[in-house]
């Protein structure tokens, strides 16, 4: 399992950790006011640790015998900033959705840990749970299913006051459902109208009002644009960006389109196989990478460069993606690796800054989980 | 916004302030699909007719006096020399086999009919639609022992199920053959909505609402039971001629609804053997059962399509 050597485990209430949460908040009520005290910009939001989940693969039909597991996020941390974007990208299958629904507390974290200011919202239940849901929201990824087709657009975006009383007064919830469809840039006299009457772009800027209802500081998009066409995805993007410093939001940006991840990431994780391959700022990602599996993606994007295209060095994966049910020994990537060697069948590389380049100053100096990370350039000419 | 100027063509001052004020409006009402849904009912020439002709109905079942001077219980209603008269003037719908007046007998036997027919129809969708919203909603063990169960009463067949059931209990009224329709009737409804809440629970729209924190109740009542409802109400409202049928076929095996009790299926069940040479004792009370059946799927079409923005 991949560890991190950010070393800080905030249970522990080391400096790292902001200092309101801790062991000794006990009650609901303690719980609920720790979760909507203020974090100042640039402090870990939401720090992520060790998650894994598995899904449980059972024969018989009586009696279920377990036969293995999908390991679909198999020890995943990461720290999110306020008011950051962080984006995670990856090939279909990799987990990146499951981080999303794990995040959410859609899906039961098999193990690890997620702390929202502090507390480890994977054991949260009941009320403690519903008030992290008011900061925590999500925004889905196919506007066609995410939105209920027999409620109206006012009933859709309203719904989060109804859940969430406290936020809006009762006579108060009408007029905020048309500001937020104002704020979305959506006519609010469409209040009225149902799911269907839209467009795919407006049908997410619907979901996104709904998401922004209960004022939340952390948004998970999972995908948000890749069910839309590419010129109304500018336009999505654009909003989210623009929401973002608006309402100061910090964003988890879940994509498999690393040129929307470029545009709209402060930081960027690079999963493959249910575990984080290498993460960094944009510019050490995409410019400086040292993981194998990420100068494979990034040699894939197209360059609008005949010319740069030629000089480029294509990098071509064979294979595919091993099984997540029986994922390979050591460094998963090692299957279609170029690199690989023994070692990397034995010892499974942590996510770490690369010993060469430890207490170097260069954007390669990222953390990346490999025995053989070094740059190679491959968006420019190689 | 913008978009709305942009897509006027007219530049029509006065035009445009009255649009926008008709738009505003429209928004100060708050739509809901209930709402909505009547709205657009009551504006269906369907709608209308098939609740006019319900409204007949009922009022046939709830006092047949108002529609008929005559009794089919008083002395001397049925004269055998009548037997099998084709339809004369003062006697419409002519004489069945008893010499009874069929017109008579018709208005009478609809309140039977349909208590059997709406009875068993609302008993297997509020059994089945639970039930199978239930096991959908859990799902694991509880949908696997359910579903079990369900097929033990799918196993059996309609009239030897009734047979077996009128055998312990005895019966022969109404109530006890809306009871044996409704327990060997409620699988299929059943299945249907099992169905329905599985395909809809694992939308994201649900996921949605399990993110804003929604419990379970406002997930299966807000969220999953109005998008499972369409094809429960077609099933239901046709099943509801399909049991005022099966009823007859009740009585003609002598455990449904038996003499003096009167019914359409009952009497159809009577006139079909001799139906090659009077047509009439057949056609007139299974015309009143197809009007009903009629009136019902209408209707259920109706609301079906009402309720579904999409259709809107």
Known sequence: MAETTKATEPGDATPNVSPLEVADVHSVEEKVAALDAPVERGEPILQVRNLVKHFPLTQGIIVKRHVGAVKAVDGVSFDLYQGETLGIVGESGCGKSTVAKVLMNLEKAT?????????????????????????IQMIFQDPYTSLNPRMTVGDIIGEPFDIHPEVAPKGDRRQRVRELLDVVGLNPEYINRYPHQFSGGQRQRIGIARGLALNPEVIICDEPVSALDVSVQAQVINLMERLQDEFNLSYVFIAHD????????????????GRIAEIGSDEQIYEHPTHPYTQALLSAVPVPDPDAREGRERIILTGDVPSPA?????????TRCWKAQDKCAEETPLLAVPERFKGVDTPAAHESACHFAEEKDVVHAG | MSEKTIERPTTDEAALAKEIEADEKAAARQASLLKDGWADLRKRPMFIVSGLVILLLLALAVAPGLFTARSPFSDGFCQLQNSMTPPTSGHLFGYDVQGCDIYTRTVYGARN???????????????????????GLIGGWIDALLSRVT????ALPLLVGGLLIMSIWGGGDVWSVSLIMAVLGWP??????????????????????????????RIAFRHILPNTLAPVIVITTM???VYIA???????????IQYPNISWGLMISDAQDRFLTSPHALLFPAGALSITVLAFIMLGDVVRDAFDPKMR
């Open chain 1, 111 to 135: 193990a690890g840990e997620v702390f929202y200011k502090g507390q480890d919202i994977t054991k949260l239940s009941g009320r403690a749970l519903k008030a992290v849901r008011r900061n």
């Open chain 1, 258 to 273: 690393l040129s929307i991840v470029r545009h709209i990431s402060d930081r960027v994780g690079v999963m493959y196989l």
């Open chain 2, 188 to 217: 299929q409804v059943f299945r249907i909505m099992r169905g329905e809440v599985i395909s809809n629970k694992y939308n994201d729209y649900v996921a949605a609402a399990r993110a804003l924190g929604a419990g379970s109740g």
């Open chain 2, 246 to 256: 099966a009823e007859a076929a009740l009585s003609y095996l002598g455990i449904g």
């Open chain 2, 151 to 154: 097929e033990v009463f799918s």
């Open chain 2, 239 to 241: 099943n509801l001629g």
């Open chain 1, 326 to 334: 029986n994922p390979p020994s050591g460094c998963s990537f090692r």
């Open chain 2, 113 to 135: 009919s349909i208590i059997v027919g709406v009875v068993t129809t609302i008993a297997t969708t509020l059994i089945g639609g639970l039930v199978g919203m239930l096991a």
